[in-house]
């Protein structure tokens, strides 16, 4: 039914703020970054990640988006630094993807849309759930990564490519082990990082975003894998998972800060 939220005209990103009204927010996701605009934080310190490879679980296909599941259940897999405070526990992570290359990412930087955004959501345990911390400002800490296309892939992302055929239509689930995401992290460290919200409903203003300046490349045939995918369950008619992605929101008077000059 049309609580059903989703990406198509009549559930998609315009129509959310009926069922979620934050979605109309002041602190949403995404938005667009200006580097003019942006203020260099010389006192922002390195983030880092220590994460445990047997912490995956599983891959899942939730009829928006693939995600892979890691157990979250004590600080197996931990984000720290940068502009965080403490610990935050690595609790899954997805994608969002456009129908061509020329779009599909969900920040937007100068102008420049990116073919996709890979999004690690990590949350804050002294909000003792992941329930708990969505309520809270900073409760949750997303790394994101931008994919442009280009013909010199990143192989760690082929793992990934790879699993996406035990989970084509959604409600497919497949063992996902033995994997550190933080093979996907570009060379470089530089962010921006600004508060917002979650991208999808229910829109919680409760993250602090970290975006990696660096985009990581993959291959034409790794996103056409990626749009191989279906919002369909297997006893449906087929519907390809693209252009999942919410458009730019209002930045209202938010301040981006870069970790670099
Ligand atoms: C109620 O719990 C939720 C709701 C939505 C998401 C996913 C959102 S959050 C983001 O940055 N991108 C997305 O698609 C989620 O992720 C852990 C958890
Ligand atoms: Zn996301």
């Known amino acids: 039914q049309s ?48 994460y445990d490879p047997g912490a ?20 197996r897999s931990v984000l720290r630094g940068g502009p965080l405070q403490g610990n935050y526990r690595l609790r899954q992570f997805h994608i969002h993807w456009g129908s061509s290359d020329d779009h599909g990412s969900e920040h937007v930087i100068d102008g420049v849309k990116y073919a996709a955004e890979l999004h690690m959501v990590h949350w804050n345990p002294k909000y003792s759930n992941f329930a708990g911390a969505l309520k809270q400002p900073d409760g949750v800490a997303v790394v994101g990564i931008f994919l442009q296309v ?64 660096e985009p990581i490349v993959v291959s034409p045939d790794q996103m056409a894998k990626l749009r191989s995918l279906s919002i369909n369950a297997e006893t449906e008619p087929v519907r390809p998972m693209v252009d999942n992605w919410r458009p730019p929101q209002p930045v209202k008077g938010r301040v981006v800060k870069a970790s670099f000059q």
């Open 3 to 50: 609580s059903q939220w989703g990406y198509d005209t009549d559930n998609g990103p315009d129509h959310w703020h009926k069922y979620y009204p934050i979605a109309k927010g002041d602190n949403q996701s995404p938005i667009e970054i200006n580097s003019k605009d942006v203020q260099h934080d010389p006192t922002l310190p390195p983030w880092s990640v220590a």
């Open 56 to 75: 995956a679980k599983t891959i899942l296909n939730n009829g928006r988006t693939c995600r892979v599941v890691f157990d979250d259940t004590f600080d």
């Open 150 to 213: 280009g013909n010199t892939p990143k192989p760690e992302m082929k793992r990934i490519l790879e699993e996406i055929d035990n989970v084509k239509t959604k409600g497919k689930e497949a063992p996902f082990t033995n994997f550190d995401p933080s093979i996907l992290f570009p060379k470089s460290r530089d962010y921006w990082t600004y508060h917002g919200s979650f991208t999808t409903p229910p829109c919680e203003e409760c993250i602090i975003w970290i975006l990696l300046r």
